[in-house]
């Protein structure tokens, strides 16, 4: 079941909780900064006026408090006189204070003790009744007095406070706005993959015939666009796979009735012996259809698997293509083909005969079934730039030039050419010569086709074609 909003919702809130976690951390990393550069500040500003006012200190013990009230007044702070009483334990007692009031709340003044206890300026803050002071202290004379001046951090911390509504303000309007383009976007690109969503279930449901569109240059553009490549590959077998049910049901139909036919009529006792061999030859001729279209979907389905193995071995390729000629001569005299042999020498590939030779029986067929009468076919077995060839060469009227890139596709037959086989021949041998680490080239034009198994040499044969050192 679909949430509700879905992908919409879950970018609007991955957009929200980026942009309040930025914000937060803004925040978090801002306000104490801005914190401790005003105390700072605030403290800076003290100590340099207190040392600067803090002279001309008076003998006469009376006179502290009009010292305190005066250097007060001077600074715009409140300023407190200790007299160190104990240095150990620390004790202080309050000479003078601006305030003219109770000076408990400043009878244990960390500050101030810190100053006591070193003999030097000390700074710091400090809390009283809820609230922030900036002090500085230090010695008057080599053992005291203490004096001590507190200015109040109000100011700062309602500097502070402004800037804290300010940029919880900032970070609400900037969520409120995350989350308006954030949801927007996200619906933009949930249109989109909604209509991904839409053409993989037309795939899925086996419509190929409407394109996936998307103009986008993002990932999604190239998602949709990939997508599209696959409906067209997919078209493709689609259409490949009916084709090749009606051919193999075509070519099973065929021999299938026959044989049927040929069962019936041999069931006549009247029928004489010759007749009853001429059907037995053709019945024999059908089963061998059969079994070569069952062989060659055994073949396709073993390579699919991975489960075809051949035998890296070494192959005489003037011999194969003696022993394919001679087998297929019959066919060749038959439709009519003058079918020679062509060799030079010996030549020795690493292949696995049974495989070659399957190789060669595509190749050669090809040409024995595809090509008008008359047409001369050459077998050769040659070694040519370190590797070992047998070719099939005819001079018929060549393949069209649209169709060269596809006869070694499955199930591929080219229009116009005779219906015969299941189209799977020359496919295998690809597959098969890339197995053995070869591969099967054509070369076609008007009076020429060359069918070609490209193999490698055998050890022996290129080290002695290789050249000599001097």
Avoid: C
């Avoid at 489960?307 to 390729?317: A, D, F, N, P």
């Amino acid at each position: 079941m679909r949430l509700p909003g879905g992908i919409r919702t879950k970018l609007a809130l991955a957009l929200l909780l980026v942009v309040g976690g930025a914000l937060a951390a803004a925040y978090a990393i801002v306000i104490p900064t801005l914190r401790d550069s005003l105390v700072d500040a605030k403290l800076e500003q003290l100590e340099k006026d207190a040392v600067g006012y803090a002279t001309n200190t008076p003998g006469n013990d009376v006179l502290w408090e009009g010292y305190a009230d005066d250097t007060s007044y001077l600074l715009g702070a409140r300023v407190v006189i200790y007299t160190v009483l104990t240095p150990e334990p620390l004790t202080l007692a309050v000479r003078a204070d601006s305030r003219h009031a109770n000076s408990r709340d400043v009878e244990d003044d960390d500050v101030a003790a810190r100053a006591a206890l070193t003999l030097a300026k000390t700074t710091g803050t400090v809390t009283r009744n809820g609230q922030s002071f900036a002090e500085v202290a230090f010695p008057l004379a080599a053992e005291g007095p203490i004096f001590l001046t507190s200015a109040s951090l109000e100011d700062q911390e309602s500097t502070v406070a402004v800037v804290k509504r300010r940029i919880l303000a900032a970070t609400a309007v900037a969520l409120i706005v995350a989350l308006v383009l954030g949801y927007g976007a996200a619906a933009m690109h949930a249109r989109r993959i909604r209509r991904l969503e839409r053409a993989a279930e037309r795939i899925a449901g086996g419509r190929f015939d409407e394109p996936v569109v998307d103009p986008g240059k993002d990932e999604l553009g190239e998602l949709a666009r990939g997508f599209d490549a696959m409906r067209v590959q997919l078209a493709q077998l689609d259409v490949a796979r009916k084709e090749f049910i009606a051919n193999a049901s075509h070519e099973l139909r065929t021999p299938l009735f026959s044989l049927g036919g040929f069962l019936e009529l041999m069931t006549d006792e009247e029928l004489d012996e010759e007749t009853r061999a001429e059907f037995l030859a053709t019945m024999r001729e059908q089963v061998e259809r059969l079994t070569k279209l069952a062989t060659d979907l055994l073949d396709l389905s073993r390579v699919d698997a991975g489960g075809l193995r051949v035998v890296q071995e070494q192959v005489e390729l003037d011999d194969v293509a003696r022993d394919l000629v001679d087998e297929l001569r019959g066919l060749a005299g038959t439709r009519h083909h003058p079918l020679e042999l062509d060799l030079n020498g010996t030549v020795e590939a690493v292949a696995d005969r049974e495989r070659v030779l399957q190789i060669g029986r595509a190749l050669a067929g090809n040409a024995l079934v595809h090509t008008p009468a008359g047409t001369r076919i050459v077998v050769r077995a040659t070694a040519d730039g370190g590797r070992a060839v047998l070719s099939v060469e005819d001079d018929g009227p060549g393949i069209a030039g649209e169709h060269l890139e596809q006869v070694f596709d499955r199930f591929y037959r080219v229009d116009g050419g005779v219906a015969s086989g299941s189209g799977l021949g020359l496919a295998i041998a690809r597959e098969l010569a890339e197995l053995m680490g070869g591969r099967v080239t054509l070369e076609s034009r008007p009076g020429r086709t060359v069918f070609a198994l490209e193999l490698a040499v055998a050890p022996e044969q290129a080290a002695a074609r290789r050249p000599a050192l001097v």
